[in-house]
């Protein structure tokens, strides 16, 4: 092609691809009038929203234009993923001037074939390709990239690698506390970078933007002999993001203890901090933040919470109608106790934050125990257990008694000293609410009963248990119909069908593209196990019950199994069935 790109020429091109109506073509031209100039053509046209009219009003947004002038242009269509970028091999390709004027960047080093990709924002100037070739001695392949993402990971990568770099060359004190077994071993002391340096600071604050940025649910970083490895839970998996310097690592934790007002000359035994911080779109979120002395010293974990907790719908959770409807009547009883169980990452937070903030309403005094407070919401009273000060969760919930409550949330439920101050709240006529670690619902009457908690209380006090697990959903962009599996969808069953559950025809499977960083998947949702307490299951409650008939008897009662709830998931087409058999309990028989 030789036309100039330009967002009139995009334009033209939609219209005789028959992507957009001539309707369409004449009220985009008006709207292009008052379009910001500085952008990229394609930015300037994705920002009119445009849908297709031969594809069910497709939206065509900015890697939608990306791919199709890429294609315009014969160009290799690329999305940058930036978990994927080897940072510091690519920012050696080319400096941040020559990649700032060309309006390119190096996205991947192959050392193997001798060639690198360029991700390019301007496809009909590729003049300076043969002299790069020259400076690097490798084989150049331009890739059409999307254009606001080449500028975004311009400026971030060079920033990262320049941080890294300056912490590298900065002269530091040494530091004479042992912070890798192995120094020890070699007699050995390392130069540290200095927390407080502007450097460690410009990546401290890289690492934590970057995370909002991908959705990561936790900030990993791990030291080793000689780097430290960063990585990123995102939707439940681990994925590599960067490596630095053990010197620069142990300084990006220290860095980290300071802003959760952690002891920062403690490194011999974990510590627990929280830090409030603001993602780039401006929304608070709250970190809490973990060390624990490793080999290679002080490994590190950031929890990072998702500020749109507080304002989500049981309908977003992914609890189907019936089970919604059930929690709605146990959480809206005045007296008794109501659990949540499941291991942790299986989204019992975010389950508890959305009951408690329909309960919060006016009329009613709603109090927590929590280690630690979770998330903060103005409409709750909340109190952190300080096990230095003997204020356990115990001791809160005995407090909490003075206070006039009317519902009452204990963080979780460890001991026996806990369960039985939860009884005792419920018997004096509050609604309590708690957490459990079990496997399954029934599993928590035994569990309640082996720590100490008498039967006959538990037949008192208890309304019902729900227990979940998160699975991921499969990713709308490209996932596809297969026929289903009739032996796996048996084992994910157990063989139970009914009128509301029947085996489908088909399901669909995971195939993997660019949104979904090609696993499949993207965002996770919750299953549910809800058992009612019924008079029928209270006469199976003693010091002898057996989970097995306690199971038994809530399935008769109407309780489906984690992996029905994950069925029926299956069935609607947003996960499968090896997702499910995954994360749920291999046999509830």
């Known amino acids: 092609m030789t036309s100039p790109l330009s967002s009139i020429h995009i334009l033209q091109l939609l219209l005789k691809a028959d992507w957009i109506t001539q309707e369409q073509f004449d009220a985009a031209k008006i709207h292009l009038r008052r379009a910001d100039h500085k952008l990229h053509p394609i930015e300037q046209v994705a920002q009119l929203s445009l849908t297709r009219h031969d594809q069910n009003q497709k939206i065509i947004d900015e890697e939608v234009l990306t791919r199709f002038v890429a294609g315009l242009y014969k160009l290799p269509y690329y999305r940058i993923d930036p978990l994927k970028v080897k940072v510091d091999e690519v920012t050696e390709v080319m400096s941040y001037a020559y990649a700032q004027r060309h309006g390119i960047l190096a996205v991947e080093v ?19 390709k043969e002299s790069l070739a020259q400076i690097v001695s490798k084989d150049i392949v331009p890739v059409f990239a999307n254009p606001a993402s080449i500028k975004r990971y311009q400026k971030e990568f060079y920033q990262l690698s320049a941080s890294v770099a300056g912490a590298k060359n900065t002269k530091m004190q040494n530091d004479s506390n042992v912070q890798n077994l192995e120094q020890l071993i070699e ?83 974990p510590l627990d901090g929280r830090v409030k911080t603001k993602a780039p779109n401006g929304q608070e979120i709250e970190l809490r933040l973990s060390t624990l002395p490793t080999a290679f010293g002080e490994k590190f974990v950031g929890r990072i919470f998702d500020p749109t907790v507080l304002t989500r719908e049981f309908s977003e959770l992914g609890l189907e109608p019936e089970t919604e409807h059930t929690w709605r009547e146990l959480i809206g009883q005045s007296t008794g106790i109501v659990l949540l169980t499941g291991p942790t990452g299986s989204g019992k937070t975010t389950t508890l934050y959305t009951s408690l903030k329909l309960l919060a309403t006016s009329e009613v005094n709603v109090c927590t125990i929590e280690d630690p407070i979770e998330m903060v919401d103005p409409r709750l009273n909340q109190m952190q257990v300080h096990h230095d000060i003997d204020l356990d969760f115990a001791a809160g919930v005995k407090a909490l008694l003075r206070q006039d409550p009317d519902i009452i949330m204990i963080g979780e439920i460890r001991d026996k000293e806990t369960a039985q101050m939860a009884v005792q709240a419920a018997l004096t006529g509050h609604l309590v609410i708690s957490t459990l670690h079990t496997n399954d619902a029934p599993s928590a009457m035994s569990r309640l009963i082996e720590v ?120 609607q087409g947003l996960t499968t069935i090896e997702e499910v058999l995954r994360v749920a309990p291999k046999d509830n028989n």
């Not at 199971?551 to 029905?564: N, P």
């Open 187 to 269: 007699l050995k002391e390392g130069e540290e970078a200095d927390a407080n340096d502007k450097h460690i600071v410009q990546i401290v604050d890289w690492l934590l933007q970057y995370a909002f940025k991908e959705r990561a649910s936790d900030i990993h970083i791990e030291p080793r002999r000689e780097v430290g490895k960063i990585r990123f839970r995102i939707d439940g998996v681990l994925h590599n993001v960067y490596e630095l310097p053990i010197a620069i690592t142990h300084a990006v934790i220290s860095r980290l203890k300071i802003l959760g007002r952690m002891d920062l000359a403690e490194r011999r035994k």
């Open 452 to 571: 100490g908690v008498e039967p006959y209380l538990l037949n008192a006090t208890m309304l019902g248990v729900m227990a979940q697990r998160l699975v991921r959903t499969l990713c709308p962009s490209c996932k596809q119909k297969t026929k289903i599996n009739p032996d796996a969808w048996k084992v994910l069953t157990h063989g139970d069908v009914s009128d509301t559950l029947v085996m489908p025809e088909e399901v669909y499977e995971p195939v993997g593209c660019d949104d979904c960083r090609h696993t499949g998947y993207q965002g996770r949702q919750g299953i549910y196990e809800l058992m009612r307490v019924t008079d029928d299951l209270k006469d199976l409650i003693h010091d002898d019950a057996q989970i097995k008939s306690l199971r038994k008897q809530a399935q008769k009662d109407g309780m489906h199994l984690l992996r029905i709830s994950g069925a029926y998931k299956v069935a």
């Open 110 to 128: 192959d050392e193997g074939e001798g060639a690198v990709k360029v991700a390019v924002m301007n496809p009909e100037n590729l003049s300076w």
